[in-house]
């Protein structure tokens, strides 16, 4: 599949606003763009599960019918636009990096990624934006198993993850409940904590288990809508070159820190394929569904889902046009 | 003609040593791509006393190929499921509990196997 080439896209129409000098910076050659022919992409393999065709992968499937969750979650009539709350005075190290790479890249100079040396950051403050978008989940499994995993908010009760925290082949599909916890910082809950049933998906991911695909949503029940005390993220499609220039920050909830610290890290991306963006970004078990995103100007735009670890590089299923209109259809389901 | 009877001759034993070669191969590939699989493994935590460990976490460290990055917690028997990891496979796997954690090596060969971690 071509990489797109073709405008940045950002969730509304406040992406058409970013300034020209806070676009994150461009590789050494002063363009950044690299041919297809040097793009690198994982494989995964496939087996025994049904190979769909391309225009399928991406079609939405859920546990609950699109009538069945609207009765469920007895849907709001009322539509109110995505938003991300900013706090002025906020410790925010993605802004950080964002405004003064040099610092990151002195950062990367003096340590190495767990593919090496542990380089997380832990987030103290997890109250404010954008860390407090981000969500500890505590997922049951339809036989009972249990999981940590991370998602972050994009509506005030849509919540994105990987695909793999809402729908586990082996362990009966679905799952019974997870539990999404805002900003969650060991025993504090900041903004609460509620229980889902309602999930998305999509075939590619259900279907053929294609790591490709491997992306999902948790909508949150009606009287739970921590999204619109915390802000939610943007999300955005970026060319090829643009996210290979990019500041890439990522934040979750890793198991070896015990699964209720939210840890942080930033690094530019090793690779950049159709579907799959790779980084050497340290990470854990627990931080499956994070956010990939971008820092530009005071918006946060998702550009990846975290999903997979791997010594040769971490790696993020990539927001491209499809998943980005999976994400804003999964949006108006939680506004 | 005696030379072009034994180049056919000699094409002929080319051929029938090619094709059979040509589908081995085939097969070979076939057999490698099933052979590298993903499933689910389950494992048992327990303590030097052989009493299961309950709340804990486990994850895979690092290990073959590319595997999902969620965390399992152990049930009150200890017990806990890895997904979506490549089988067969050599992991190191991560246990956290209490505030400190271990990490342990395992061999796994497939969704059959029970991976007994002793904390």
Not at chain 1, 282 to 290: A, F, L, Y
Request: net charge negative; aromatic share 8%; charged share 15%.
């Amino acid at each position: 599949m071509a990489a797109k080439t073709t405008t940045p896209l950002g969730i509304d129409a406040l992406t058409s606003e970013i300034p020209a000098l806070e676009v994150p910076p461009t590789t050494s050659n002063g363009t950044g763009r690299q041919g297809l022919a040097e793009e690198t992409e994982f494989e995964v393999p496939e087996g025994g599960f049904v190979l769909l065709n391309p225009n399928e992968v991406d079609r939405e499937v859920g546990n609950t019918s699109r009538s069945e969750t609207e009765s469920l979650l007895d849907a709001p009539q009322l539509e109110e636009p995505g938003f991300e709350a900013v706090e002025e005075n906020a410790v925010a190290l993605d802004a950080i990096y964002a405004s003064y790479p040099e610092l990151l890249e002195r950062d990367l100079l003096t340590t190495e990624v767990i593919i090496g040396q542990d380089q997380r950051t832990r987030i103290l403050n997890t109250s404010t934006f954008p860390w407090n978008a981000i969500c500890a989940l505590k997922i049951t499994a339809a036989n009972g198993a249990r999981y940590i995993g991370t998602g972050w908010l994009i509506s005030p009760r849509t919540v994105i993850t990987a695909g793999h925290c809402v729908y586990m082949h082996d362990q009966g599909g679905w799952p019974r409940s997870i539990e999404v916890i805002p900003g969650m910082n060991d025993a504090a809950r900041p903004f609460g904590s509620g229980v889902a049933t309602v999930f998305r998906s999509v075939q590619g991911w259900t279907q053929s288990k294609n790591r490709n695909y491997d992306y999902g949503a948790i909508i949150l029940p009606n009287n739970y809508r921590p999204g619109a005390r915390t802000g939610a993220f943007g999300f955005a499609v970026k060319d090829d070159a643009y996210l290979k220039a990019a500041l890439l920050n990522l934040s979750g909830y890793p198991g070896d820190k015990g699964g209720n610290q939210q840890w942080f890290m930033a690094q530019k991306a090793k690779s950049v394929a159709s579907r799959v963006i790779t980084y050497e970004i340290d990470t854990m078990g627990g931080q499956s569904g994070s956010p990939v995103w971008l820092k530009i100007g005071n918006q946060r735009f998702a550009v990846g889902i975290h999903t997979n670890g791997a010594t040769s590089g971490n790696s993020a299923t990539r927001i491209v046009q499809a998943v980005y209109n999976n994400l804003m259809s999964w949006k108006a389901m939680g506004v | 003609m005696e030379s072009n009877g034994c180049i056919k001759m000699q094409a002929g034993l080319v051929r029938w040593l090619i094709i059979p070669a040509f589908f081995l191969f085939i097969g070979c590939i076939a057999k490698s791509d099933k052979m590298a699989t993903t499933g689910t493994v389950k494992g048992i935590l327990v303590n030097s006393s052989g009493q299961p460990i309950a709340d804990a976490v486990v994850m895979v460290a690092g290990g073959t190929g590319s595997f999902t990055d969620m965390a399992a917690i152990t049930d009150e028997n200890g017990a806990f499921y890895l997904s979506n990891i490549t089988l067969p496979g050599s992991y190191s796997l991560q246990v956290q509990t209490g505030g400190a954690s271990v990490q342990k090596n395992v061999q796994l060969t497939s969704s059959a196997d029970t991976i007994r971690l002793t904390y």
